[in-house]
């Protein structure tokens, strides 16, 4: 059975910095593109990074550019959202996503952020950004 489970979240001053972990269960991380992503009250999820599986490339929205990094840990079967100097913008529940390999090229230079490119979603870890 396929399980992502996301941890690390928590609450942090602007300027902090937390790691969040997806770990997954009934599958091997290294094959799949990794996504996270977060949602805010009231705003749509959005793509925040995704490392991808064929070529190790990753992507990132503007917003987070330099202060976020996405890493894949192959021995622990984690990937992890290092998030740095963080700001109240960035509070959110954060979820991870895999996409499942897909045929033919990427696409994911153009798609990354789009929720539909993903098979499999966790369901959660709240990060929370105040003073």
């Known amino acids: 059975q396929v399980q992502l489970v996301e941890s690390g979240g928590g609450s942090v001053q602007p300027g902090g910095s937390l790691r969040l972990s997806c770990a997954a269960s009934?599958?091997?991380?290294?094959?799949?593109?990794i996504g996270w992503f977060r949602q805010a009250p009231g705003k749509e999820r959005e793509g925040v990074s995704c490392?991808?599986?064929?070529?190790?490339?990753?992507y990132s929205a503007n917003s987070v550019k330099g202060r976020f990094t996405i890493v894949r840990d192959k021995d622990k079967n984690i990937v992890y959202l290092q998030m740095n100097n963080l700001k109240p913008e960035d509070t959110a529940v954060y979820y991870c996503?895999?996409?499942?390999?897909?045929?033919?090229?990427?696409?994911?230079?153009?798609?990354?952020?789009?929720?539909?490119?993903?098979?499999?979603w966790g369901q959660g870890t709240q990060v929370t950004v105040s003073s």
């Open positions: 009934g599958f091997t991380l290294d094959y799949y593109t």
């Open positions: 490392l991808s599986a064929s070529d190790g490339s990753t």
């Open positions: 996503a895999v996409q499942t390999p897909r045929l033919g090229p990427s696409t994911l230079a153009t798609t990354w952020g789009m929720m539909d490119e993903y098979d499999y």
